[in-house]
Each structure stands twice: as C-alpha cells, then as structure tokens.
C-alpha cells in the first residue's frame, strides 16, 4: 500500500498538534517547562513536553499504520521506529518541539515539525 495521501498526513498533524496545544497549556511557565524525564536515543535529556508532545505524534502515527500504511519514524527521543516490516522507503522525521529552549521561555511558542 502507498503511504498516507496528504489529507490524511495534514489530519494526523491537525490532531497531533490539539493535543499538543493541551500539554503547553497543562505546562505553564519555565519551571514546569524545565522537568526532564530520561534520556533520548540521541543521547540528551528528554523534557516532559517533548515526550508528551511526541507521544501524540506516535498516537497518529500508529493511526495512520493501522489503516494500513507502512513507514519508519525517526525521532529525537525514540530513534528509529518501523511501522510495518521496515521496507517501505517512507521516512517520517520528528522533532516535536523545535526549539526546546524557547518553548519554555516563552508561554505561546508551540512549534512542531514533521518531514515527509
């Protein structure tokens, strides 16, 4: 099966990014913006808000396999992640919070990035 048609990757961006809205809004101010949780596979410290952040990114994503379509996600916090056999050519790179720094400074900053 091809991949996800762009109405269905700008859907999955549009869910992905009002739950995102709710984890800023949840996550007031550089004190509750500055709690880190582990370390990612890329070797730094994982914030709260980009786990949380990513993890409504993976929840589409994991929509978007269960309808049948194959790719690989590669992430900050989780490497490199198969949705289906590894084979389909499609990669999706994630960076949930570009701008880490500056999402917890500043209260309305919420960037996210996908590349298809």
Known sequence: MAGP???????ACRRAVEVQKQVFDEHRGIEARTQYEGVGEGGDNTLVIDRLCED????ELDALHAAGHEFTAVSEERGSVSFGSGESPLRVVI???DGSLNARRTPSRRATRWTT
């Open 95 to 97: 960076d949930p919070i």
């Open 5 to 11: 048609s762009a109405d269905e990757w700008i859907a």
């Open 56 to 59: 409504a990114i993976f929840t």
